[in-house]
RNA sequence: GCCCUGGUAGUGUAGUGGCCCAUCAUGCGGCCCUGUCGAGGCCGCGACUCGGGUUCAAAUCCCGGCCGGGGCGCCA
């Protein structure tokens, strides 16, 4: 019954066209083809993969009218898929009165056409199909709230008002197809390194550093919070022997920015690992994962990077590391200066991120030793030995823009108190935190990385919300 | 939260006191065209964010509301 039968070749995959018995090898995996089991109720197949068929072969298309070219006898229909924009050709006196209903098709709707492929050199596709039946799935009202090819481009707020239409933009496809294949390398990095995957609750009692940023919800009439990190579940799984563990999660602040790197609901990429000897272990495999992911991007995803005109430069090892200190004496001898406390901000990153790459040559480097004081929040920060006014935090910085921000905890329980104490928090409010500390906690550390923002570095773009389908901003609440 | 800045047809814009019953592009509608691919040609349609104020006169100046954009603090 079924038109396709299914084999798995190595990484390839055949596919038999039972009409004919021939095979088809697809070019792999990699991004657009989904053909690993034969679905036989799904005979439609994708443009792209219309190359493969014979000259003059029977097949059914779809996808979205993007554009028609009415020359009076002759009429092309630019039709959209996820691959690709093909081309179907009306003749009039061939196919008689219904050419005018065809070509009134509103633009954006969804057509579903059955014909024969047609090679020709005349589209960019290199075929053109030559309908026996086109029927519309679904109309598209006009005006259309924004054009998908037009000339003109839309404002962000119309767009994300729109951000379904938008997102029927190529270029605006292309930036989730990356997001997964960035998403696929991080897992890769972490299974090989033998990393557990893990949830942790994002409906929570208290969050890791104070109320101030966090949401609050109702929950079955008591106060809870949006996580705002998964920091305190983390390390109770490493005082509970999951040695090491990452999560890919949501993360939500409550913070009042509004700037193209910050939104109020983004993914948290965060792991932990214990028996570190120092924050440099946690360093180390933080640029390891940097890289691991960054290149399989490049190898699974060439195509997407070029379609974007985007050059992907990974970090060598190893990525610098530039004590705060030191980075302020950088920056004074650059020429800056403060009004208030000296520290590395947003011009500061700036202004760091083209001095290691005019001296250095790399996109990346590390401030590592925070002060204390400037991690005033962070109670579960270690701070040196030698001298406590530092910690031994850091963020990586990938093109002037912090991404990652992480370091070894401090896992001796009175210590950890001492700290907490010094903020006025009341341990009472961390007791199921604090007890993991009591029954033998190893050393420890770990990051988080925002991964919108690894995307949006990755790939030059102005604002953060490119990153995300429908973001969540200070204002922005739908669609 | 602070600072700067903007809101004109479906979309993107020009217009900074009278020359504006508002420019251009795109879109949409109609007509012509059998190889278009930024299709082309001709004709048409469609807008000043809201409320107050100043003025003989307001898209334009002032105040406020609503909704954006950018920067900073902060952060991933």
Redesign the pocket.
């Known amino acids: 019954m079924s038109s396709f039968y299914v084999i798995l070749v190595l990484s390839h995959v055949i596919t038999i066209h039972q009409k004919t018995g021939r095979f088809i090898i697809l070019d792999s995996l990699k991004g657009f083809y989904r053909y690993a089991f034969n679905w036989e109720f799904m005979k439609r197949i994708y443009s792209e993969d219309v190359k493969l068929l014979e000259d003059g072969e029977q097949c059914r298309v779809a996808g979205w009218l993007q554009?028609v070219?009415?020359?009076?006898?002759?009429a092309?229909l630019k039709v959209r898929d996820r691959t690709g924009v093909f081309?179907v050709?009306l003749?009039?006196?061939e196919i008689g009165e219904s050419f005018d209903d065809l070509v009134?098709i509103?633009?954006e709707s969804v057509i579903d056409i059955e014909g024969r492929k047609q090679e020709?050199d005349?589209?960019?596709m290199g075929f053109?199909i030559l309908p026996s039946s086109v029927s519309v799935s679904g109309y598209a009202e006009?005006?259309?709230?924004?054009?998908v090819v037009?000339?003109?481009?839309?404002?962000?707020?119309?767009r994300f008002d729109n951000r379904f239409m938008d997102l029927r933009k190529k270029e605006k496809l292309l930036i989730f197809q990356v997001r997964s294949l960035l998403l696929d390398g991080v897992r890769d990095f972490f299974r090989k390194e033998g990393f557990i995957e893990v949830n942790t609750p994002k409906v929570v009692a208290a969050g890791a550093e104070g109320g101030a940023t966090l949401f609050k919800v109702d929950y079955y009439g008591k106060k809870a919070y949006l996580a705002q990190?998964p920091q305190l579940f983390k390390q109770m799984l490493m005082g509970a022997g999951l040695e090491r563990i990452y999560e890919i999660a949501p993360a939500y602040?409550a913070?009042?920015?509004?700037?193209?790197?910050?939104?109020?609901e983004?993914i948290?990429l965060d792991f932990e690992m214990s028996y570190i000897d120092s924050s440099n272990d946690v360093m180390n495999m933080t640029a390891y994962l940097v890289e691991h992911s960054m290149r399989y991007v490049m190898e699974e995803g060439e195509r997407f990077l070029e379609a974007l005109g985007v050059e992907v430069v990974p970090p060598e090892h190893p990525v610098r590391k530039i004590p705060h200190s030191q980075c302020i004496e950088i920056l004074e001898d650059m020429g800056k200066t403060w009004e208030d406390e000296k520290?590395v901000?947003?011009?500061g990153?700036k202004m760091l991120g083209r001095y290691v790459k005019e001296n250095y040559d790399s996109d990346f480097f590390f401030i590592t030793e925070f002060p204390t004081h400037?991690k005033k929040?962070t109670f579960y920060a270690m701070r040196k030995d030698y001298d406590p006014s530092l910690t031994t935090y850091f963020d990586l910085e990938y093109k002037g823009q912090?991404?990652?921000?992480g370091g070894q905890r401090e896992h001796r329980y009175d210590v950890l108190l001492a700290q907490m104490k010094e903020l006025d928090l009341d341990p009472n409010d961390f007791e199921s935190y604090l007890r993991t500390f009591r029954y033998g906690m190893p050393p420890h550390g770990g990051i988080?990385?925002?991964l919108?923002?690894f995307i949006q570095q990755l790939l030059d773009l102005?604002?953060?919300r490119e990153t995300i389908l429908f973001p969540r901003d200070t204002?922005?609440l739908e669609p």
Not at 142 to 147: A, D, E, Q, S, T
Not at 150 to 158: L, Y
């Open positions: 554009e070219r009415n020359l009076g006898g002759i092309f081309q050709v003749v009039k006196k009134n509103p633009r020709t005349q589209t960019d053109e006009k005006p259309l709230p924004l054009g037009d000339k003109v481009d839309a404002d962000m707020d119309t990190s602040r913070e009042d920015f509004d700037t193209v790197r910050h939104t109020s983004f948290s520290s901000d947003t011009q990153e400037l929040n912090e991404l990652v921000s988080g990385l925002g919108e923002r102005d604002n953060i204002s922005r």
